[in-house]
């Protein structure tokens, strides 16, 4: 169980986090896109969609969709993103995902059930209620969206009407999922992104009204001019409106990776202690007000799927995060989307011009892609145990892959010492068990298991998490 005691600190210190603390992603995709290669292409990646007709055993479907327009740009953005006004240029897009999505539906011929489904950005409500609708009309068409699916879609606010809402639901979206960054004007000044706090909440009673069966709050914190009184209140507003599910996701400052944040002055940002209290808050309000940590800052109500999911050990961790649903094939459509079929993964051209010449070809805009040796699956599988379930017995690592992980793993074991001592993990003959206090700081602990992780010089001073 994931209940982290709600009245102290556990033990976790900035002395703590900067020893432990790691710069790294979320291990959603193991290994990076740093580490797909351009000799795997549309070919290879037809290649592995037919041997998934050939098994007795299918994994269902999931899509991804990728929508890469926003109106705006944010200056915490870290994501693939087209700032558009140009309705020209949106339909233009619109016109290739929908090819798209009839060349993929095609390799896939008879095998098109999908369980998951997720629109994500950019910003997937920059298209008008027509241009969605359409582009759900082209999935329906071409895939079979299963009764009782999970199918999402992100939802910027700030142009969200209730006729949109009731719109969204009636395309078959049954889950929402919304950013909060922190209702204070001065925060929304330096980030540039003006959303105001009526409009939010407004957005989150009309999603309810409207039946989604999930509504998921992604809240940012350690945001520039961000403190510990305005994290408060946010948070404070966003348990009153009671969403199924809260992540508190950690800004991370990486201006020499992702340009937007060139406008953000470092001296803005909170200190790690800062950012600390804020975590620490945050877990105990969400506690006391009834919700379960799920794993990684990803908080849900008691009667939430995934709270069951966990109880029971089915729990899954993947590209699209924590899941009740077991383990999808992803087809990635549009722009920049990553996609998955059995051991391997495989990304669409980032760049707009790349991605339309190849579907002019009729080609699949494969850019890149990897095949996951063995190697890469154990490690992936022990990551993904670690972040589902807390624990991971040797055994059951030793019952799918044939190994001896004490063997397998005796670097890794010994590397491990160091989290024991500091009270992040429990060792012995048979399992880790990873604490309470590991748990925030559980990508320090899969790094040792991650074959191409950075060197300890390149760490930063904070964790993804923390
Ligand atoms: S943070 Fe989201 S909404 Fe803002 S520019 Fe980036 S993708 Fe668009």
Same mark, same amino acid.
């Given at each position: 169980?994931?209940?982290?005691?709600?009245?102290?600190?556990?033990?976790?210190?900035?002395?703590?986090?900067?020893?432990?603390?790691?710069?790294?992603?979320?291990?959603?995709?193991?290994?990076?896109?740093?580490?797909?290669?351009?000799?795997?292409?549309?070919?290879?990646?037809?290649?592995?969609?037919?041997?998934?007709?050939?098994?007795?055993?299918?994994?269902?479907?999931?899509?991804?969709?990728?929508?890469?327009?926003?109106?705006?740009?944010?200056? /915490?953005?870290?994501? &693939?993103?087209?700032?558009?006004?140009?309705?020209?240029?949106?339909?233009?897009?619109?016109?290739?995902?929908?090819?798209?999505?009839?060349?993929?539906?095609?390799? $896939?011929?008879?095998?098109?059930?999908?369980?998951?489904?997720?629109?994500?950005?950019?910003?997937?409500?920059?298209?008008?209620?027509?241009?969605?609708?359409?582009?759900?009309?082209?999935?329906?068409?071409?895939?079979?969206?299963?009764?009782?699916?999970?199918?999402?879609?992100?939802?910027?606010?700030?142009?969200?009407?209730?006729?949109?809402?009731?719109? +969204?639901?009636?395309?078959?979206?049954?889950?929402?999922?919304?950013?909060?960054?922190?209702?204070?004007?001065?925060?929304?000044?330096?980030?540039?992104?003006?959303?105001?706090?009526?409009?939010?909440?407004?957005?989150?009673?009309?999603?309810?009204?409207?039946?989604?069966?999930?509504?998921?709050?992604?809240?940012?914190?350690?945001?520039?001019?961000?403190?510990?009184?305005?994290?408060?209140?946010?948070?404070?507003?966003?348990?009153?409106?009671?969403?199924?599910?809260?992540?508190? $996701?950690?800004? *991370?400052?990486?201006?020499?990776?992702?340009?937007?944040?060139?406008?953000?002055?470092?001296?803005?940002?909170?200190?790690?202690?800062?950012?600390?209290?804020?975590?620490?808050?945050?877990?105990?309000?969400?506690?006391?007000?009834?919700?379960?940590?799920?794993?990684?800052?990803?908080?849900?109500?008691?009667?939430?799927?995934?709270?069951?999911?966990?109880?029971?050990?089915?729990?899954? /961790?993947?590209?699209?995060? /924590?899941?009740?649903?077991?383990?999808?094939?992803?087809?990635?459509?549009?722009?920049?989307?990553?996609?998955?079929?059995?051991?391997?993964?495989?990304? &669409?051209?980032?760049?707009?011009?790349?991605?339309?010449?190849?579907?002019?070809?009729?080609?699949?805009?494969?850019?890149?892609?990897?095949?996951?040796?063995?190697?890469?699956?154990?490690?992936?599988?022990?990551?993904?145990?670690?972040?589902?379930?807390?624990?991971?017995?040797?055994?059951?690592?030793?019952?799918?892959?044939?190994?001896?992980?004490?063997?397998?793993?005796?670097?890794?074991?010994?590397?491990?010492?160091?989290?024991?001592?500091?009270?992040?993990?429990? +060792?012995?003959?048979?399992?880790?068990?990873?604490?309470?206090?590991?748990?925030?700081?559980?990508?320090?602990?899969?790094?040792?298991?991650?074959?191409?992780?950075?060197?300890?010089?390149?760490?930063?001073? /904070?964790?993804? *998490?923390?």
């Amino acid at each position: 169980m994931h209940l982290l005691p709600s009245s102290n600190l556990f033990g976790i210190n900035s002395d703590l986090i900067r020893r432990f603390g790691c710069h790294h992603a979320d291990y959603r995709l193991y290994p990076k896109t740093d580490y797909f290669i351009e000799a795997f292409d549309a070919h290879t990646y037809s290649a592995w969609l037919n041997h998934r007709k050939t098994g007795h055993m299918r994994r269902p479907l999931s899509l991804y969709v990728h929508i890469p327009f926003c109106s705006s740009l944010c200056a /915490y953005c870290h994501f &693939n993103q087209i700032i558009s006004h140009d309705n020209n240029s949106v339909k233009k897009y619109l016109d290739y995902l929908s090819y798209e999505i009839r060349l993929q539906g095609q390799l $896939l011929k008879n095998d098109l059930k999908v369980e998951q489904l997720y629109f994500g950005g950019g910003t997937p409500t920059f298209l008008s209620d027509i241009q969605l609708s359409n582009i759900m009309n082209e999935i329906q068409q071409n895939f079979n969206l299963i009764k009782g699916g999970e199918f999402c879609i992100e939802i910027d606010s700030r142009q969200m009407t209730h006729l949109s809402m009731l719109a +969204l639901k009636e395309m078959g979206f049954n889950c929402a999922i919304i950013g909060v960054q922190d209702f204070d004007e001065l925060v929304q000044q330096s980030i540039h992104r003006i959303q105001a706090e009526d409009a939010t909440l407004r957005t989150i009673h009309n999603a309810q009204q409207a039946g989604f069966k999930s509504i998921r709050i992604e809240m940012t914190y350690g945001l520039p001019k961000q403190n510990l009184e305005k994290f408060e209140y946010t948070l404070k507003k966003i348990i009153a409106a009671n969403p199924n599910q809260i992540n508190l $996701l950690n800004y *991370l400052h990486l201006p020499e990776k992702f340009k937007p944040q060139r406008n953000i002055h470092l001296e803005d940002l909170p200190e790690i202690e800062i950012r600390l209290e804020m975590i620490l808050l945050a877990i105990t309000r969400l506690i006391d007000a009834g919700y379960v940590h799920i794993g990684m800052n990803l908080f849900a109500r008691q009667d939430d799927a995934l709270v069951s999911a966990q109880r029971q050990g089915r729990l899954h /961790y993947s590209l699209q995060g /924590y899941s009740n649903y077991p383990d999808c094939d992803r087809i990635a459509l549009g722009v920049s989307g990553i996609g998955s079929i059995g051991p391997t993964l495989n990304q &669409n051209y980032c760049d707009l011009l790349q991605y339309y010449d190849k579907l002019k070809l009729n080609t699949l805009p494969i850019m890149r892609g990897v095949e996951l040796s063995a190697d890469d699956l154990i490690r992936r599988s022990v990551m993904q145990a670690l972040i589902c379930h807390s624990v991971l017995s040797f055994e059951s690592v030793e019952t799918f892959f044939p190994i001896e992980f004490k063997h397998y793993f005796a670097t890794e074991l010994t590397e491990l010492l160091a989290h024991e001592q500091a009270g992040l993990l429990t +060792l012995d003959n048979e399992e880790i068990a990873v604490t309470p206090k590991g748990q925030l700081l559980i990508i320090s602990i899969c790094e040792v298991f991650d074959k191409y992780r950075r060197t300890n010089q390149q760490r930063r001073n /904070y964790s993804i *998490l923390i």
